[in-house]
């Protein structure tokens, strides 16, 4: 476990060929916002398809970052894109590294909704799109 990983394994996974898997609805919230780069961290009540309840998401253009608020609950509209990855390179993560993952996924933001009651009782608005 000492070595460096190998040059052909970082290829494979930079190079996968993502394939659109779909889209969710996930409740959940923001960890974090990186404005610079369009992405949020947000953590799910319920696993995403690879297990994972927290996964770094990118935005769509139509979302704007500044209706968006940190530790507040939201449904979530994501769209979910997978690679899967050779079994030369499964055997190698869990061989070496003891990680089990047989696919790299991409996650992109298109909507949100905010979950919290209103003053009135009523349902939060929809996030708006930016024009």
């Given at each position: 476990m000492?070595?460096?990983?190998?040059?052909?394994?970082?290829?494979?996974?930079s190079k996968a060929k993502l394939v659109e898997a779909g889209s969710i609805k996930q409740t959940g919230y923001i960890l974090e916002i990186d404005e610079k780069g369009r992405?949020?961290?947000?953590?799910?009540?319920?696993q995403l398809?690879?297990?994972?309840?927290?996964?770094?998401?990118?935005?769509d253009q139509k979302i704007s970052l500044m209706s968006l608020k940190m530790a507040t609950n939201y449904m979530f509209d994501v769209m979910v894109?997978?690679?899967s990855l050779s079994e030369k390179l499964v055997?190698?993560?869990w061989e070496n590294y003891?990680?089990?993952m047989d696919s790299v996924h991409r996650y992109i933001l298109?909507?949100?909704?905010e979950l919290?009651?209103?003053?009135?009782?009523?349902p939060a608005q929809p996030i708006e799109e930016e024009e």
């Open positions: 000492g070595d460096e990983f190998p040059k052909w394994a970082a290829e494979e996974i992405k949020i961290d947000a953590q799910f009540y319920d398809p690879e297990g994972r309840h927290i996964v770094t998401l990118e935005l894109y997978k690679a055997k190698l993560l003891k990680v089990k298109t909507g949100l909704e919290d009651i209103g003053a009135e009782g009523a």
